[in-house]
């Protein structure tokens, strides 16, 4: 009888996974809310595009790659974690099946996911620094002064700091386990 209620439970948590399914539908159809806000975006400065001064033209296409890198982050989180934890999908014949596809593991989507975090944290970084040189953020204040805009901005650099680091630090920790794990197998 135990056995029977242990394989009872186990099935029950086994297919628990399925209950992540809706996360990544969500997650879905946060790319497509995505997609209308890039449509927005980029209908919003076609017709502008000649009169925009070249800082602000910059500012506005980088606002358009950092869109694309949040939804390729979004597509990357869904495929690769409803791979891991849920399902496989099943399009191993298709064309356009990405190579990357399951083949990502947990380590893979953290480090995948660190390293989309850092790049968009240096599009918004850089897209502050492009505002400064088109006279924004401390232009007309005194050197010593700190503006609420110089403050954001050293915020922003110290938080892509931290994030870098911990990028860095979960690309070790990866690097650790890994071989701990590999001396572990060749016991």
């Known amino acids: 009888m135990s056995k029977k209620l242990e394989h009872a439970v186990e099935v029950m948590i086994f297919n628990s996974r399925w209950l992540l399914a809706p996360f990544y539908l969500g997650l879905v159809i946060g790319?497509?809310?995505l997609l209308v806000k890039f449509g927005q975006e980029f209908f919003h400065l076609l017709p502008h595009v000649?009169?925009?001064k070249e800082a602000d033209f910059i500012l506005a296409l980088l606002t358009?790659?950092?869109m694309s890198l949040v939804a390729n982050l979004l597509l990357i989180i869904v495929f690769s974690g409803y791979e891991n934890f849920v399902s496989k999908i099943n399009t191993a014949g298709h064309e356009d099946r990405p190579d990357w596809m399951g083949k990502v593991d947990f380590s893979g989507l953290k480090a995948k996911v660190i390293a989309s975090i850092v790049a968009i944290s240096a599009i918004e970084l850089l897209?502050?620094?492009v505002h400064i040189g088109s006279g924004g953020a401390g232009a007309e204040t005194a050197a010593?002064?700190?503006t609420e805009q110089d403050k954001a901005l050293a915020w922003k650099v110290v938080i892509h700091v931290v994030l870098v680091i911990s990028g860095v630090l979960f690309a070790v920790m990866d690097k650790i386990g890994a071989a701990a794990h590999g001396s572990d197998a060749g016991h």
Request: glycine letters at 0%; aromatic letters at 26%; zero cysteines.
């Open 31 to 33: 790319i497509a809310m």
């Open 50 to 52: 000649l009169e925009y």
């Open 64 to 66: 358009l790659v950092d």
């Open 127 to 129: 897209k502050a620094f």
């Open 144 to 146: 010593w002064a700190w």
